[in-house]
């Protein structure tokens, strides 16, 4: 079992910048490949960025891409999200996950592939 947290959400302006992160419980946390997904009020939960094992490679939604950046500290067990140049569309609860497996962060996009899940941190982003 691999147990992961969130924290760093909040309310924000259009603008503005978040940083979330993600701590996993287990000193394994190296041999899985790391994801971020979103899922706003009424719609279904949205894949936003991934990370491979290493953190040699990663992947983005093109809806994220040039304002999200994913990195991970294999050392403290932490998966980060920074998020700049925030809109109001952004507005979503952000969830972590783990997937066991290898392979490029490119063929970690949808849920059904991630195997742990967090609880979620709120993103409310006001224009």
């Known amino acids: 079992q691999v147990q992961l947290v969130e924290s760093g959400g909040g309310l924000v302006q259009a603008g503005g910048s978040l940083r979330l992160s993600c701590a996993a419980s287990?000193?394994?946390?190296?041999?899985?490949?790391m994801g971020w997904f979103r899922q706003a009020p009424g719609k279904e939960r949205d894949f936003v960025a991934a990370?491979?094992?290493?953190?040699?490679?990663?992947y983005y939604a093109d809806s994220v891409k040039g304002r999200f950046t994913i990195s991970r500290d294999n050392t403290g067990n932490t998966v980060y999200l920074q998020i700049d140049s925030l809109k109001p569309e952004d507005t979503a609860v952000y969830y972590c996950?783990?997937?066991?497996?290898?392979?490029?962060?490119?063929?970690?996009?949808?849920?059904?592939?991630?195997?742990?899940w967090g609880q979620g941190t709120q993103v409310t982003v006001s224009s």
């Open positions: 996950a783990a997937a066991s497996g290898g392979g490029y962060a490119s063929t970690y996009y949808l849920p059904h592939q991630y195997d742990y």
């Open positions: 287990r000193r394994t946390f190296s041999t899985y490949a």
């Open positions: 990370i491979s094992k290493s953190g040699g490679n990663t």
